[in-house]
């Protein structure tokens, strides 16, 4: 059986953490959406739980069709969600993407590119239904949060296409 002492200490560098991320993931989180009414324990929880990982400029995050674990927040930095080649959004720090991953079963529907350098942490959806399961009153707040932040973002959506397809004065 491996103990804490016993491990390599190259993987526990590996996988460590830098100091103080958790506590800036939270501040980050308690600013999102997905996270309006819940207490900064319960914010600080899901930190806890979340995965960093950091990207250089023009390294996929995932592609169009990849199987998708969890939503992503973005810490620095900035992405591109793709679909054929023309960015559909940019990503700025405290952004959250990839949510639809967290109530479907549903392949990512475009690419996400880092334009620039970038530290992310990924919710996984596992995470996200042990703590549904160990908080189900708390479980209506956060799936009504991820809604009206789903919907938002239909909304967006069919703004910009209706803004692109509006017909054009006569010259």
Known sequence: METK???????????RPKDGWIEDTAKICEKSLLFQGFSPSVIR??????????YDTGENIFHAGDE?????LLRSGSIAIRNGGVDLAI????????????????TRTADAVAIEPCELVFLLGTDLNEWINCHPKH??????????MLAGRLLEANKSISEHQAPRASQ
Not at 45 to 54: D, G, T
Not at 91 to 105: H, R, T
Request: with cysteine.
């Open 5 to 15: 002492s016993s491990r390599h200490p190259l993987w526990h560098n590996f996988f």
């Open 45 to 54: 929880w899901f930190a806890a739980k979340m995965h960093p990982r950091s």
């Open 68 to 72: 998708g674990a969890g939503a992503i």
């Open 91 to 106: 990503i700025k720090p405290g952004d959250m993407f990839g949510e639809v991953a967290l109530v479907s079963g549903q």
């Open 139 to 148: 479980a209506c707040r956060m799936l009504q949060n991820l809604g009206t």
